[in-house]
């Protein structure tokens, strides 16, 4: 079947700018994650949604960042007012259970994000 | 805030040698996950590990959980070019309810 989709592949925003980063998670699954990927580091966690409900938001670095997942399918990562340090890769991944029942995470290919 | 440390940062081996990578966190762990990533794409599951002391096998790769749930290890046996790709595991545990706190992963290469 179909895995996590996620669009843009590459993104180049100019500082300042807004984005808005989407993740199609594999249909069914309950659990969604927003993780931030810096060049040769591992990913860091963003936000987790259990359906549509918003339950950890820990990770996101400032309030420039926002995540949203209103349907508890579909989500979107939007970053406002774009600086250079947050040129990284943003992985999405969904698993089919909470976080709870120890089910794996299934991460979509990223958005590549370049501020310039 | 829970942390994983991974070592080491790289491994370059000869095709047909072993490898390990070895993987501890600061709290105790509920489970552990291990990912391989390959040069240009994502992370992709590989195993998770969940009881104290288990040990889980896939043909040439080894997965150690340690008794006290705070540290795993990753072997692999006999080397080949398709091993190539930084392994990571992934830590779920303590009060981070929902967080999988990675490792910053071991990039191994193998030459043929």
């Known amino acids: 079947g179909a895995g996590v989709s996620q669009s843009p592949r590459y993104k180049v925003a100019k500082r300042g700018q807004d984005v808005a980063l989407r993740c199609d998670p594999i249909s069914g699954h309950v659990s969604l994650f927003w993780y931030q990927q810096a060049l040769g580091q591992g990913p860091e966690f963003l936000t987790y949604?259990?359906?549509?409900?918003?339950?950890?938001k820990s990770g996101l670095p400032s309030d420039r960042f926002f995540a949203e997942r209103p349907e508890g399918s579909v989500s979107t990562l939007k970053i406002q007012r774009t600086q250079q340090e947050d040129s990284a890769v943003y992985l999405c991944?969904?698993?089919?259970?909470?976080?709870?029942?120890?089910?794996?995470?299934?991460f979509g290919n990223g958005t590549r994000l370049t501020v310039t | 805030g829970q942390q994983v440390m991974q070592i080491p940062q790289y491994q370059h081996v000869q095709e047909g040698e072993d490898f390990t990578t070895y993987c501890n966190s600061s709290t105790t762990l509920s489970n552990i996950q291990w990912y391989k990533q390959r040069p240009g794409g994502h992370p992709v599951f590989l195993i998770q590990l969940v009881k104290s002391g288990e040990v889980k096998k896939q043909k040439r790769l080894t997965f150690q959980f340690g008794e006290a749930k705070k540290n795993s290890s990753l072997h692999i046996t006999a080397t080949q070019t398709t091993d190539v790709g930084t392994y990571f595991c992934a830590g779920a545990g303590g009060t981070s309810y929902g967080k999988l706190t990675f490792g910053q992963g071991t990039i191994l290469t193998v030459h043929p």
């Open positions: 949604f259990q359906n549509e409900a918003q339950l950890d």
């Open positions: 991944a969904s698993s089919l259970y909470p976080p709870g029942l120890n089910s794996p995470l299934h």
